[in-house]
Each structure stands twice: as C-alpha cells, then as structure tokens.
C-alpha cells in the first residue's frame, strides 16, 4: 500500500490519500497528529509527503510520535519521499503554518548508523534513531532551485561549488526539497 498523507487537493491514484479535512474528499479523514494511524504494522510501502512534514508536530513530543508512527507502519526498506520547502527560502519563512523547518541533518538524527558514529565521537548530535527505536538514512537528495536565481545566470552553466556556496550563504535559492527517506527495520 503506498500513502499520500496530508494530501490536501493533491488526490493521486494508485495511493491511499489521508487528510484531516474532509474538505477534500481522501479515501482516510485522519489527522496526522493523532495515535495511532489506522494502518497496520509493516503493512505500507511508500509514504508520500508532499509539503506536509513542515506543517505538523510543532510540539517535538509529537514529531516523534509522528516518527515512530512511520516506522511502525512502514515495511523494512519503505520508502518516505518527502518534499519541503527549502527553510532559507521566503516560501518557508512566510508561512505561519510552517512550524518547524525540515533538514537533511534533522532527518539524519533518525539513522543508528549515524547516532552509533556521533557517539564514537563524542558528538553533540542528539541520537534520535537509538532513543527512539527507529532506524532510517537519507537515500538521495534533490535541490530544486528557485527560478529567479536561476535566471541569474541566464545561459552560462550553474556550477555545483557555486550553488553550494549560495546554498549556504544566501536565502532564495533552492525553492524546495526533495528527499528519499528509507525505513530500516531488522
């Protein structure tokens, strides 16, 4: 079974779509932030969150259930493909529904391979994975860039080390991003 959580107007076929408004008419009225998910255990294969994760679990004791509530439902090697708006963008900082940005080393705090690492040395990482008994890593990763930067550059060629150096230094450049997010059990 693959999921569309938070699906909104975004009604795909070939997935289950959840939303908390019935407004929209998905196939489930569940609120994200409610527990348990009316799914069984390792019974779903592909999670799609589709500028959904920014919008819950302001409180971290919820975001961790909303984790873990991943996890359980999710079979070994799932896929979680998550698209966010990028949090140095205005996109993410005008909206007051955003209540928390999504990163790529956010998301790695819920990988043991990593934690078991950052203990090794001595790391200041929070080690979410092994506190919370879940285990995912980041498979890939994708900037969508924002167009006006793009078209800074009109017909020359954006090199990756100066998209990088932006990334880091200015607002404004990737629009959003999209990560795969692998569920590892056993």
Not at 60 to 84: A, G, Q, T, W
Not at 126 to 148: E, G, H, Q, R, S
């Amino acid at each position: 079974m693959k999921l569309n959580l938070g699906s909104g107007s975004k009604i795909l076929d070939g997935y289950t779509n959840v939303d908390k408004y019935d407004y929209y008419k998905p196939d489930i009225v569940h609120d994200l932030e409610n527990f348990p998910y009316p799914f069984e255990d390792n019974s779903i294969d592909e999670i799609l969150l589709s500028h959904v994760l920014e919008h819950i679990g302001q409180s971290p004791d919820i975001f961790l259930e909303i984790i873990k509530e991943f996890y359980r439902i999710c079979k070994n090697n799932s896929l979680i493909k998550i698209i966010v708006p990028h949090p140095r963008h205005d996109e993410f900082i005008a909206d007051p529904t955003h209540v928390r940005p999504i990163t790529i080393l956010g998301l790695q705090l819920f990988d043991k391979d990593l934690n078991l690492e950052w203990e090794k040395q001595n790391g200041a990482n929070t080690p979410l994975a092994l506190i919370n008994n879940v285990n995912f890593k980041v498979k890939n990763v994708k900037y969508n860039l924002d167009p006006n930067y793009v078209q800074k550059f009109k017909n020359n060629k954006i090199e990756k080390t100066q998209v990088d150096k932006d990334v880091k230094e200015l607002n404004n450049v990737v629009k959003e991003i999209v990560i795969d997010w692998q569920v590892i059990k056993g």
